[in-house]
């Protein structure tokens, strides 16, 4: 994807992965600030987090 992102002051390619992953069988997320959030109980679960912590996020800017 190339595109800017609003805090972007040029153009550059954007390569979209998978945001879940396990770590020592724990579910996590990975977000663009290079942190990992959780541990969480289930995929979906995960995904709720993923929602809210991108509302937060947007709510910040």
Same mark, same amino acid.
């Given at each position: 994807? !190339?595109?800017?992102?609003? %805090?972007?002051?040029?153009? =550059?390619?954007?390569? &979209?992965?998978?945001?879940?992953? &396990?770590?020592?069988?724990?579910? !996590? *997320?990975?977000t663009? @600030?290079?942190? %990992? @959030?959780?541990? *969480?109980?289930?995929h +979906? =679960? =995960? @995904?709720? @987090?993923?929602?809210? !912590?991108? +509302?937060?996020? %947007? *709510?910040?800017?």
């Open positions: 994807m !190339y595109g800017m992102r609003a %805090q972007d002051t040029t153009p =550059a390619t954007h390569f &979209r992965s998978a945001r879940l992953c &396990r770590v020592n069988g724990d579910l !996590y *997320f990975s663009r @600030e290079n942190t %990992q @959030e959780g541990p *969480f109980a289930s +979906e =679960a =995960a @995904e709720r @987090e993923i929602r809210a !912590y991108i +509302e937060r996020m %947007q *709510f910040r800017t």
